[in-house]
């Protein structure tokens, strides 16, 4: 969740996990966390208390005074809850030096060594920057190792100097590329954990599964016994009743065995029960199918805060509300109540939308592909898109990533993670409510918020991420992607029986910003003696009717060696001479035999869809329905290839920003409302006070 300060109060609370994937909520103290606080200090034990305060202090009202109700300018206090119990707190205290604050933390006994400080650390500076502060100091005795390790090891530029027996630790606050990456490892570490009983269940537990047939429950439970799931399922019911023949409990406290992963699917009003129960017994990894959530209202905003709530006490993760379930093919785990299970294969799909995730599945079904892991996230309370991506970057059965949008969580978070994971792994995007009527539609089904298309494009560039239009060019980028190398270029080379349909897939790639060069002397040279008189040596090369299996098979070749070639596109309709299947196998055997490291794309135009032999796992073809289709394909490939050859480019430093000048223009703007145009010279004051200069007009 995101954080602001808006009248010296911290507006929001923050989620952050730990590194053993547990989740630490903070937030800013009130007046009626005072007991929690007196009970939080009473509990340090002796050392803890005396390294945090230096000195013989009781804790009485004054010193819980002290931490309540920070004004964020002056002083600013987090506090660290697991549960319903405080485990950390941090403050800072600005100094006679405004742009300087003192800084403190303590971590209760039995949580130390969890990264507990760090996170605290982290989040503490964000706040005291955005109050103005530049830098931290604090005074930290020196058998304080374990604080001392806090501070060298976020990343910052630490200086330190012994001084009356204490050392004074000091360090901007500022982000630096270096303690931008040490975050980013750190969450890395701590998500990819906090996900493992998603994607690696020993055990899953339907709470919910009905012996009824056409219930949710029943045929997800179902889904997860037909799929042969590698490790233990259990049913659970009001009346124990067996599901498909296994056993079923009443309670998931009465399974014999710890469950990694439950599944709820019950009416909405009565998830919350189910997820504390499940939660209180060990669990930690939680798919809530059931809506009635966020995508209603107000009611269900409330009820979704607080399942979050339940799940946060718990240190767990949560997968939705009002999702289609997740599947992991390679472990035979089919805990979505779609109607077939996937095939195992290279690409990670998560939908924000479980009706079209079943519409791609189904689309992809078509085209042979296979799936490392599909989740739909729905309402994506807790996990996200941005925390999907962090485990398929290191998930080596995933080798291409498709995700469908409606909104961004985080988008500044999820620009530099999709850059890096865009680095050794395709991301392919369809975002969907890029229009007016579209963003109203997202926002009554997921309780998603809409961005600026502008913002979107311009977002997905610099990050790599390829973006398709629509459904179709999703499934076609991923057909080419997942089966073909990138083109070294944009220069293609289109081989078709077909005049016309060369001439519209030449419009198409030109659509696609794709180039149809001329070929080469030597390639139109070899090819002469292979075709008749009439046939066309330009680019496309036309075979005319009459070519057949034979013809494709010995000019293929000679195309993948013109130097002048980027890529090839196939085209062919069936004439009275030549087969579909027929040319389908030549065109698989000349580019098998070719050895070639260029992508070769097929357009086998037939009324039985693609032919055997390119639907044959391992071949070295991409098929396509369409010339448009595989043109729109292609050029996305093309602009993959154009990105992974740019520099990666770096950071640049932040630039002084004027926080309070700034607040004051947007709260002047607002003026109580939720939103509000700027005029020329707010605008200009807002720029300034971000750093950035503005030319007189």
């Keep these: 969740m995101s954080a602001a300060t808006h009248d010296g109060q911290w507006a929001a609370t923050v989620d952050v996990i730990l590194r053993d994937g547990a989740t630490l909520r903070l937030r800013a103290p009130a007046k009626e966390d005072a007991g929690a606080l007196a009970a939080f200090f009473t509990g340090l034990s002796e050392r803890s208390f005396y390294m945090r305060f230096h000195g013989i202090r009781r804790v009485d009202d004054g010193l819980v005074q002290h931490f309540l109700e920070p004004d964020w300018q002056e002083r600013g206090v987090l506090i660290g809850e697991l549960g319903d119990r405080i485990v950390a707190v941090a403050e800072f205290m600005r100094?006679?030096?405004?742009?300087?604050?003192?800084?403190?933390?303590?971590?209760?006994?039995?949580?130390?060594?969890?990264?507990?400080?760090?996170?605290?650390?982290?989040?503490?500076?964000?706040?005291?920057?955005?109050?103005?502060?530049?830098?931290?100091?604090?005074?930290?005795?020196?058998?304080?190792?374990?604080m001392l390790g806090v501070f060298e090891g976020a990343g910052l530029e630490v200086t330190r100097e012994l001084d009356g027996g204490e050392f004074e630790v000091r360090f901007p606050i500022a982000p630096t590329e270096r303690y931008r990456a040490r975050v980013d490892e750190r969450d890395h570490l701590a998500v990819t954990t906090s996900l493992r009983?998603?994607?690696?269940?020993?055990?899953?537990?339907?709470?919910?599964?009905?012996?009824?047939?056409?219930?949710?429950?029943?045929?997800?439970?179902?889904?997860?016994l037909a799929a042969d799931f590698a490790g233990a399922a259990y049913p659970v019911n009001r009346d124990g009743e067996a599901v498909g023949g296994v056993k079923a409990y009443k309670a998931i406290a009465d399974v014999p065995e710890s469950v990694d992963l439950a599944v709820v699917c019950l009416p909405g009003g009565l998830v919350l029960d189910a997820a504390e129960a499940a939660l209180a017994s060990g669990v930690t990894a939680l798919c809530v199918i059931s809506s009635g959530f966020a995508e209603i209202g107000a009611e269900g905003r409330d009820r979704q805060e607080r399942l979050l709530h339940l799940v946060r006490a718990h240190g767990g993760r949560l997968v939705g509300p009002n999702c289609l379930g997740i599947a992991v093919p390679?472990?035979?785990?089919?805990?979505?109540?779609?109607?077939?299970?996937?095939?195992?294969?290279?690409?990670?799909?998560?939908?924000?939308?479980?009706?079209?995730?079943?519409?791609?599945?189904?689309?992809?079904?078509e085209r042979n592909l296979g799936f490392s892991a599909f989740v739909s996230i729905g309402n994506k309370a807790d996990v996200s898109s941005n925390d999907l991506l962090e485990w398929w970057e290191d998930d080596d059965e995933t080798e291409l990533v498709l995700l469908y949008l409606e909104s961004f969580g985080n988008p500044q978070k999820f620009a530099r993670l999709a850059q890096r994971v865009a680095r050794r792994k395709p991301v392919l995007a369809l975002k969907a409510g890029s229009t007016e009527a579209g963003a109203r539609a997202a926002s009554s089904h997921t309780a998603a918020l809409a961005s600026s298309d502008t913002v979107v494009e311009a977002l997905f560039s610099q990050a790599g991420v390829i973006r398709a239009?629509?459904?179709e060019e999703l499934v076609d980028a991923a057909a080419l992607l997942s089966s073909q190398p990138l083109p070294r270029g944009r220069r293609v080379g289109v081989l078709t029986n077909a005049g016309g349909l060369g001439i519209l897939c030449a419009d198409a790639c030109a659509a696609a910003g794709l180039e149809l060069p001329q070929l080469s002397e030597e390639t139109r040279a070899a090819l002469q003696p292979l075709l008749p008189e009439d046939a066309s040596l330009a680019n496309p090369v036309d075979l005319l009717g009459s070519a057949t299996a034979a013809t494709?098979?010995?000019?293929?070749?000679?195309?993948?060696?013109?130097?002048?070639?980027?890529?090839l596109i196939v085209l062919f309709v069936p004439p009275v001479v030549a087969g579909t299947d027929e040319v389908g196998a030549a065109i698989r055997d000349?580019?098998?035999r070719s050895g070639t490291d260029k992508p070769v794309l097929a357009v086998l135009i037939s009324g039985r869809g693609t032919p055997a032999a390119l639907r044959e796992d391992g071949v070295a073809?991409?098929?396509?329905?369409?010339?448009?289709?595989?043109?729109?394909?292609?050029?996305?490939?093309?602009?993959?290839?154009?990105w992974l050859r740019r520099p990666a480019g770096s950071v640049p430093p932040a630039p002084d920003v004027d926080h309070a000048a700034a607040r004051r223009i947007v709260d002047a703007a607002l003026e109580g409302r939720s939103e509000a145009w700027l005029d020329a010279e707010a605008t200009r004051g807002l720029l300034e006070a971000y750093g950035r200069r503005t030319r007189p007009s």
């Design 621 to 642: 073809v991409a098929s396509f329905a369409y010339p448009e289709s595989a043109a729109r394909a292609l050029g996305l490939a093309a602009a993959r290839a154009e």
């Design 330 to 365: 390679r472990l035979g785990l089919n805990a979505t109540f779609g109607p077939r299970a996937l095939p195992p294969g290279p690409i990670a799909f998560s939908s924000q939308s479980g009706a079209l995730g079943l519409a791609l599945l189904e689309k992809a079904s």
């Design 469 to 471: 239009g629509t459904l």
């Design 590 to 592: 000349a580019v098998g």
């Design 95 to 146: 100094l006679r030096d405004e742009s300087v604050a003192e800084a403190a933390f303590a971590v209760a006994d039995d949580h130390q060594g969890r990264g507990i400080g760090t996170r605290l650390l982290e989040q503490l500076a964000l706040r005291a920057a955005e109050a103005g502060v530049e830098r931290f100091v604090a005074e930290v005795l020196p058998e304080n190792r374990a």
């Design 197 to 224: 009983p998603f994607f690696e269940p020993n055990s899953v537990a339907v709470i919910g599964a009905s012996r009824r047939r056409g219930s949710i429950g029943g045929e997800l439970f179902r889904n997860i």
């Design 552 to 567: 494709f098979e010995a000019v293929i070749p000679t195309l993948l060696e013109d130097k002048r070639l980027d890529s």
